[in-house]
């Protein structure tokens, strides 16, 4: 399974930015995705992820602020990101996993296919 994220890119604190991720086969029916952030020095973490089902957990910062959500027909997955903060600048990155998970998690190694990352920057 080959990933590819688009849309990052700049924007001001309380802006939006949306996030798109392709998929090269059809993932979203049977694996999770999620997405994910990293910044230099530190753990890539979770900010949320999505089921088969369309069940969906987000990281505590992005409750309410951020949407993931699956285009299964096109095999696309997007990070609708609202009220940015500028803590939100990151690299993020696209994730699946068709581990045999009990439900889909936050925790970076349960998955285990990767994009490549887009850039966020958040500016105050």
């Known amino acids: 399974v080959q990933l590819e994220e688009f849309g990052g890119g700049s924007a001001q604190a309380g802006g939006s930015l949306r996030l798109s991720c392709a998929a090269s086969?059809?993932?979203?029916?049977?694996?999770?995705m999620g997405w994910f952030r990293q910044v230099p020095g530190k753990e890539r973490e979770g900010v949320a992820a999505i089921d088969k089902d369309g069940r969906t957990t987000y990281a505590e910062s992005v409750k309410g602020r951020f949407t993931i959500s699956q285009d299964n027909a096109k095999n696309t997955l997007h990070l609708q990101m609202n009220i940015l903060k500028p803590e939100d600048t990151a690299m993020y990155y696209c994730?699946?996993?068709?581990?045999?998970?009990?439900?889909?998690?936050?925790?970076?190694?349960?998955?285990?296919?990767w994009g490549q990352g887009t850039q966020v920057t958040v500016s105050s």
């Open positions: 086969a059809n993932t979203y029916s049977s694996y999770c």
């Open positions: 994730a699946a996993s068709d581990l045999p998970l009990g439900s889909c998690s936050l925790f970076r190694y349960d998955y285990n296919y």
